[in-house]
């Protein structure tokens, strides 16, 4: 129904800078909130960044000061600018889609953000 692709991901060295992008299509219309997840080996997923509809933002505090979600006003496309990056960050990123009134998610396939020098 909602079909999400991530992409910009890659080997970067550690203070360095990636621009996460997510593309959605199919049914968005009813889609209020998107986000960024990540997931590194032996961990649980974990939220980095939302963004709803009418723009509002949140951050883990993991996130904070260096991360920055974005997204066009119709929601097709959102985007996760990382920069001060850290080996910690190394995760594979997921791109979430939700309808608030239903609960329903959508997950795109991730990408592999990799900080090593």
């Known amino acids: 129904q909602v079909q999400l692709v991530e992409s910009g991901g890659g080997l970067v060295q550690p203070g360095g800078s990636l621009r996460l992008s997510c593309a959605a299509s199919?049914?968005?219309?009813?889609?209020?909130?998107m986000g960024w997840y990540r997931q590194a080996p032996g961990k649980e997923r974990e939220l980095v960044a939302t963004?709803?509809?009418?723009?509002?933002?949140n951050y883990a505090d993991s996130a904070k000061g260096r991360f920055t979600i974005s997204r066009d006003n119709a929601m097709k496309t959102m985007y996760l600018q990382m920069n001060s990056l850290k080996p910690e960050d190394t995760a594979v990123y997921y791109c979430?889609?939700?309808?608030?009134?239903?609960?329903?998610?959508?997950w795109g396939q991730g990408t592999q953000v990799t900080v090593s020098s």
């Open positions: 963004i709803t509809s009418g723009g509002s933002r």
């Open positions: 979430n889609a939700k309808v608030m009134a239903t609960g329903q998610n959508y």
């Open positions: 199919g049914s968005i219309f009813g889609v209020n909130v």
